[in-house]
Structures are given as C-alpha cells and as structure tokens.
C-alpha cells in the first residue's frame, strides 16, 4: 500500500483495502481466502457477472490477433462491426459513433462536439451546459462543470471550474415551465442539455419518470438546443430497457455509453451522434472536423469484448433477468421502509435503493457488510444494490437480508 493512491479515499485515515485474487459470477474471491456476494458489479459495469466465458472467449480470440493498434488513419473489424450494432441497437438515429476509453471523456468529447456544433455553424458563443441539480457526469474537468456544483463530490471545485447552468428537473408543469423559461432567456448561450436518463447515478440513486425525460427533449427541440443523455450508468439494460431513453420515446442528439459496454471485462467508452449533428463536421475546412483522439481509442481488445457482450444481451435472457432482480429488489428490500432512520425505499430496474436520513462513517459501514460476506459500498446517505443481471436468486437474497438485518442496528448508533 505504500505506493498505491486510491480513489474517493482520505489516505492518512483509510481503512486497509480487501485484496481481491479472482473473480467469478457474482464472487469475488480475497487473499485471505474469504468470497464476496458482489451487490455492485464493480461499479455497475460487470452485467454478465464476472468471467463471463464467452466473453473471455473472444478476448483470447482478439489477443492472439492484434491486442492494440492505433486508430489514427487505420480501422479494424472489431471497432467497424461494433459501430454499426451499437447504430442498430440506440434508439432513432445515432448513427455515427465515436469511440473513447472512459465515460468521463464520452462525456468530455459530447460537450466538445456540441459546443463545435454551434461554431461549425456560424454561431458563437453557445458554449454553456445546461445540467440537473443531483446530476454526476464524471471526474475529469469539463465533466466536474457539469456536477452539481453544492452536493456533489466535486464542490470543492467550484470556483475554479467553467460556470455552467443548473437546474432543476421539471417533475410537474410549473418546473417544466421553469426550465422553459431558463433556456428561452439563456438559448443564445446555451450549447446542450445535458441528462442522466431516469436514474442519476453518483449523485444519489434519485429517479425520475420518463415523463420528466420527454419534458426535457420537448423543451429542447422548442428551443433549438441539443440534448446530451449521459446513459453511461443507465444504458445496457440497468434500468429494465436496453437503453432507458427508450422509455421515454427520447432520441437524443447526441448520447454516451460506457461502464456495461464491455460487461465489466475492459475500458471502453463511446460518443454517438445524430446525422445532423455530424454533418456539422463535414467541411472542406480541416479546422472543422472533431480534434480528438485518444490513444486507446477503439482498443481492438475492448471493442472484442464489447461486440461479445452484445452477443450475451442477443443471445441470453437479460432484460427478463433485469425484470426479475427487479421484483426480487422490491420485495427484498420493502422491509427497510419500516426500520427507524429509513427515509426512503425505490427500485428501478436492477437498481435497489435504501436512502437515510444519515450513515456516518459509510466506509465503517462497508467493513460491516464485508465481515458478513458482501460487497455494498454505500456512500453519502445511500446503500444501494446494482448487482450483475445473471446473479442467483439466493445470492440477491442474500444481498437484501443483510442489508435489512445490519441497517437498524448501524442506524441506531449513526
């Protein structure tokens, strides 16, 4: 540990980190020997479960053939076969994909390429974001701008980041026309919206209806603003549809994917746009065109892994498995509504949330469960549970026991 610099983590006062040896399903397998139900997925990205073998199939298949080249003036099959399920799969027409290797510059490059929309254009100056209070789009520093500036983990930043809009979602007419006002009065300024579907994620598992999302893409389109939806936790199944702006009858302007993308196996992250957004690019300018590229991106390995996750939600039941976890959640987790301390109890798709009224020491709290054989990382006042979609029925349930067995007696001494 003497070199090792961990994340979200206070390194003077940190508990010492479980060392993890091997995976498999839902297991997670330490050094001292003990196993883990994992309840997260390893931050919502292993869907398939870990170690899933078709997968690692095609990882092996991929390695022996090329594990890397630049694309920079060369494609590869892998990339080309995935851009084009990943156009056939999103809803409406994102029909050109731009890969990157982390959600946080998926969302970096939509922000980039919204702003050089307008430019492109003829328009200067719509360079501000519009974003959600409770919204988390990332770490990175264009990403932190369009956090909550006060709840999020990134308020220290505050005055030193871009000044974006914040707003706040409109749940009801009156908030809808809240929001239209905002853009009518600011649209000259404005480059996007920028929305965590259904779900926000990091800033604390807080869901709205798909109404609220169609409220946001028909005030948009009013407007003339590009929408931006951040599926990067959402997408690939966790919230009951393949991707929730589905459930909304929404196509965004412009949309990005991340975490489930290669089932947890590698880093891979995508930016797709609609036509007319890309078109925007399209010049005999070169200073038109999109200046970006990672050096990883459309890594052979990962899009590999990626075109075999899509194979496992083609080929194997996911989505009836989400539906399932979903009703196992709600019944597992409905006795926590009556535990003292317990503000609020939801579910959505494969996503289980026990919010309180306060937690304490959350890392405290992740010791707890891990004592007991589980992996929960609560934070902030949430324990939540986004566990792989092919976990067992007696692994959830054991999940959702313990998380109401340990909760009345943490919260009596928070």
Same mark, same amino acid.
């Given at each position: 540990m003497q070199h090792v610099w961990l994340p979200y983590t206070q390194m003077r006062t940190a508990r010492q980190p479980l060392e993890a040896v091997s995976t498999q399903g839902s297991l997670i397998r330490l050094k001292d020997g003990r196993e883990l139900i994992d309840g997260i997925?390893?931050?919502?990205?292993?869907?398939?479960?870990?170690?899933?073998?078709?997968?690692?199939?095609?990882?092996?298949?991929?390695?022996?053939?090329?594990?890397?080249?630049?694309?920079?003036?060369?494609?590869?099959e892998p990339a080309l076969r995935l851009a084009e399920r990943l156009a056939q799969k999103t809803p409406g027409d994102l029909n050109h994909v731009f890969?990157?290797?982390?959600?946080?510059?998926?969302?970096?490059?939509?922000?980039?390429?919204?702003?050089?929309?307008?430019?492109?254009?003829?328009?200067?100056?719509?360079?501000?974001?519009?974003?959600?209070r409770y919204g988390y789009h990332g770490d990175t520093m264009a990403c932190m701008s369009v956090c909550d500036p006060d709840e999020s983990m990134h308020s220290l930043f505050k005055d030193y980041l871009p000044k974006q809009i914040l707003a706040e979602l409109p749940v009801d007419p009156a908030s809808e026309q809240t929001f239209d006002d905002?853009?009518?009065?600011?649209?000259?300024?404005?480059?996007?919206?920028l929305i965590e579907p259904l779900v926000q994620g990091a800033g604390g598992m807080k869901f709205h209806s798909p !109404?609220?999302?169609? @409220?946001?893409? *028909? +005030?948009? &389109?009013?407007?003339?603003? /590009?929408?931006?939806?951040?599926?990067?936790?959402?997408?690939?199944?966790?919230?009951?549809?393949l991707f929730a702006c589905e459930q909304a009858g929404v196509t965004p302007d412009i949309l990005c994917l991340g975490k489930g993308l290669t089932g947890g196996a590698l880093s891979l992250a995508a930016t797709l746009a609609r036509p007319h957004v890309y078109h925007a690019f399209l010049a005999d300018d070169p200073a038109r065109a999109l200046m970006h590229g990672p050096t990883f991106m459309a890594n052979p390995l990962?899009?590999?892994?990626?075109?075999?996750?899509?194979?496992?939600? !083609?080929?194997?039941? @996911?989505?009836? *498995? +989400?539906? &399932?976890?979903?009703?196992? /959640?709600?019944?597992?987790?409905?006795?926590?509504?009556?535990?003292?301390?317990?503000?609020?109890?939801?579910?959505?798709?494969?996503?289980?949330?026990?919010?309180c009224a306060t937690l304490g020491d959350t890392a405290a709290l992740r010791a707890t469960f891990a004592e007991k054989g589980f992996w929960i990382r609560p934070f902030a006042d949430?324990?939540?549970?986004?566990?792989?979609?092919?976990?067992?029925?007696?692994?959830?349930?054991?999940?959702?026991?313990?998380?109401?067995?340990?909760?009345?007696?943490?919260?009596?001494r928070s």
């Open positions: 997925a390893s931050w919502w990205t292993a869907c398939h479960g870990y170690n899933h073998p078709h997968i690692q199939a095609a990882l092996r298949d991929q390695l022996e053939k090329m594990p890397h080249v630049m694309f920079g003036g060369l494609v590869h890969f990157v290797d982390s959600g946080s510059v998926a969302v970096e490059v939509a922000m980039k390429m919204a702003v050089q929309y307008w430019l492109n254009r003829g328009e200067r100056g719509r360079a501000k974001m519009v974003s959600f905002l853009l009518a009065r600011n649209r000259n300024q404005i480059a996007a919206v !109404e609220v999302l169609r @409220r946001v893409a *028909q +005030v948009c &389109a009013r407007h003339g603003v /590009l929408l931006i939806a951040d599926e990067i936790f959402v997408g690939f199944g966790r919230t009951g549809t990962a899009c590999a892994a990626a075109n075999a996750s899509l194979d496992l939600f !083609e080929t194997e039941p @996911r989505l009836s *498995q +989400v539906a &399932a976890i979903e009703t196992q /959640l709600r019944e597992g987790l409905a006795p926590c509504a009556q535990i003292r301390g317990v503000l609020d109890v939801r579910v959505k798709g494969a996503i289980g949330v026990v919010q949430i324990v939540y549970l986004t566990p792989a979609f092919t976990i067992g029925k007696d692994q959830l349930a054991a999940l959702t026991t313990a998380i109401c067995e340990t909760l009345p007696e943490w919260l009596s």
